[in-house]
């Protein structure tokens, strides 16, 4: 059985998490702007304001220490969680103002 290489390894699980941080990020700030356009009574507002929530969850709980929990993602790729959600705040901001 052959061993894969470290490095090539190391690079493929860099590259996944870079892709989950920048889909999951760039998802809550679809899923705001598209709740500030539907109707708060629609089915399909409950259900993103449910997804949107799972979201904002993830990104604000400093207690998860699982591999997928948007703290340890920031830190293996080596940024710093709490200013990866300051800027994507104030992105949300400067997008709703």
């Given at each position: 059985?052959?061993?894969?290489n470290?490095?090539i390894?190391?690079?493929?699980?860099?590259?996944?998490?870079?892709?989950?941080?920048?889909?999951?990020?760039?998802?809550?700030?679809?899923?705001?702007?598209?709740?500030e356009?539907?109707?708060?009574?629609?089915?399909?507002?409950?259900?993103?304001?449910?997804?949107?929530?799972?979201?904002?969850?993830?990104?604000?709980?400093?207690?998860?220490?699982?591999?997928?929990?948007?703290?340890?993602?920031?830190?293996?790729?080596?940024?710093?969680?709490?200013?990866?959600?300051?800027?994507?705040?104030?992105?949300?901001?400067?997008?709703?103002?």
């Open positions: 059985m052959e061993i894969p470290k490095n390894t190391l690079y493929s699980c860099k590259k996944l998490f870079s892709k989950l941080l920048e889909i999951s990020l760039k998802d809550f700030v679809k899923y705001y702007k598209k709740l356009k539907l109707d708060k009574n629609s089915e399909e507002y409950d259900i993103l304001r449910k997804e949107l929530s799972e979201l904002e969850r993830w990104l604000n709980d400093r207690e998860d220490y699982h591999i997928f929990s948007f703290k340890e993602l920031c830190e293996n790729l080596g940024f710093d969680p709490d200013y990866i959600k300051e800027e994507t705040y104030k992105r949300l901001e400067s997008h709703i103002s």
